[in-house]
């Protein structure tokens, strides 16, 4: 659980891919905040200093909320309005000015539920477009895309075969990374020496707008890609190898 | 009437205080001390430690970047030693004095690999042709919370000819500084900017080094360095263990 004031702003800060559908809903939902507090100015505008009404809003927006991960989502759930109540002890020292102004400060904590309704819009279409089960949202364009060998395993000379990935790119399999034997497997391979992804791919470019993240290895013989994420390990496998001159060694 | 001086007043002390503190921390460095300086401050660091040696002779000044140099040394006791300096407030300050070359890895900035130097100095009658540092990840792998998760194990290497270079500070190679950044790309940022922390994927990697003699045998640590008689001032380094060679893959 964590106070966070102004939400919204520290979303933007993030680094990394742009995130196109996030970043979409969040103009959205401040622009939906700003139509309705719009539409409570007009009602009476005499009443009211439009400035001192943004503040007020703003402020409003401050809450204790809960946070959780649903389906690798963080979700925020305002639970305690603490701006409005900061508002109220402010507000009320002046006759009738807390009346004036309660519409806004409610509306502030409102929006906490705004944004709370476009993260799980922006999430749940961004689960049909860039489905985490396709390689191609994370490996969409590999023009600058180049193998690094990062284990003895892998061959210092090997290669990517750009062509080759790019045409496989779309017919990739998701598979387990371990079937039934993997325990023994990997425990093999350690006593063996040996790597099974030595290969680091960089400069893969995610499908555009996705906002994915992601370090992407390459396995010995060049038709496995894996693919981690902040919350995910995800194993693709080719039919062709991708890798040139991996074999010889 | 008098406000507006005032205004100006507070204005005019705020810039100036502005101005002193950007002075103060942003200044660009001063030239860098010269032999004779250098000598007499380390000297006046080993006397002010009470430690019987002297700084002999300086091997050579390596400016890692702008603000930090590394400089290697002999004392009179034979002692192939390492300084580091930076430029700190307003000069250049000795931050650390060491009796002893091991390799060392001098992190200027933990979340930035480019900031990382390898720095070493070997006493050159030592017979020993190669310095070999290593970056190490382990393999990491198993299931958690019903998914599973694989990390490759990282181990690359960087070949330092002595008879080349028998001291130096050199940055990372490129790929080291590649996989590191790819590691640490991956780490949540859900974090507050506030709040600079180390990243926690940048920790896994291990940093080691061997050396090789003529006869293509590994050279122990006990020869290649003197036991360490002394080691002043603070230390954002990360020290580097010697590998045994069982436990290389």
Excluded: C
Excluded at chain 1, 163 to 169: A, M
Excluded at chain 2, 83 to 97: A, H
Excluded at chain 2, 131 to 159: C, H, W
């Amino acid at each position: 659980m964590i106070i966070r004031f102004i939400r919204g702003v520290n979303e933007i800060n993030e680094y990394g891919p742009f995130d196109f559908l996030s970043n979409l809903l969040t103009v959205l939902a401040w622009g939906a905040i700003f139509y309705l507090s719009y539409r409570i100015y007009r009602k009476n505008p005499e009443q009211q200093v439009g400035w001192k009404a943004f503040l007020v809003l703003l402020i409003g927006i401050s809450s204790f909320s809960i946070t959780w991960v649903m389906a690798n989502t963080v979700i925020q759930i305002a639970v305690l309005p603490l701006g409005v109540w900061i508002l109220y002890f402010i507000l009320k020292r002046k006759e009738g000015r807390w009346e004036r102004y309660r519409k806004f400060a409610w509306l502030g904590f409102g929006a906490n539920y705004i944004f709370l309704l476009s993260i799980l819009v922006a999430s749940s279409i961004g689960h049909f477009v860039y489905p985490t089960d396709h390689a191609e949202t994370f490996v969409s364009d590999v023009k600058e895309a180049s193998i690094l060998s990062i284990h003895p395993t892998g061959n210092a000379k090997a290669v990517l075969n750009m062509r080759v990935l790019n045409s496989e790119i779309q017919s990739l399999k998701q598979s387990q990374i371990f079937d039934e034997s993997w325990y023994e497997d990997t425990l093999y391979q350690e006593k063996a020496k040996y790597e099974r992804f030595p290969y680091l791919l960089k400069d893969a470019k995610p499908k555009w707008g996705s906002g994915h993240r992601s370090t992407i290895f390459v396995e010995k013989d060049g038709k496995g890609l894996l693919i981690q994420t902040p919350t995910e390990h995800l194993y693709f496998r080719s039919t062709q190898s991708f890798v040139e001159g991996g074999d010889e060694k | 009437m008098r406000r507006p001086h005032i205004t100006w007043i507070w204005t005019s002390v705020a810039s100036v205080l502005l101005l002193v503190f950007m002075w103060w921390n942003y200044s660009p460095p001063s030239q860098f001390p010269d032999e004779r300086q250098l000598l007499q401050e380390m000297n006046d660091m080993l006397n002010q430690y009470r430690s019987g040696d002297k700084v002999a002779d300086i091997q050579q000044a390596i400016q890692a970047d702008r603000r930090h140099v590394a400089v290697p040394y002999i004392s009179d006791d034979g002692n192939y030693g390492m300084s580091f300096w930076i430029w700190g407030k307003w000069k250049w300050e000795l931050i650390s004095l060491e009796s002893n070359g091991e390799p060392r890895l001098w992190m200027i900035d933990r979340n930035d690999p480019t900031s990382y130097f390898l720095t070493w100095n070997v006493a050159p009658e030592i017979a020993a042709e190669k310095l070999n540092a290593y970056i190490i990840r382990r393999r990491d792998y198993g299931v958690m919370d019903g998914k599973t998760y694989y990390s490759p194990r990282v181990q690359m290497s960087k070949e330092i000819v002595l008879a080349e270079e028998s001291f130096g500070a050199i940055p990372l190679p490129p790929t080291w500084q590649e996989v590191l950044q790819s590691s640490i790309h991956l780490d949540e940022t859900e974090t507050f900017p506030l709040f600079t922390s180390y990243s926690t994927a940048a920790m896994q990697f291990e940093f080691k080094w061997d050396a090789v003699g003529g006869n293509g045998k590994s050279v122990s640590q006990e020869i290649l360095f003197k036991s360490p008689q002394y080691s002043y001032g603070s230390s954002d380094f990360q020290y580097m263990m010697m590998i045994d060679e069982r436990e290389l893959e």
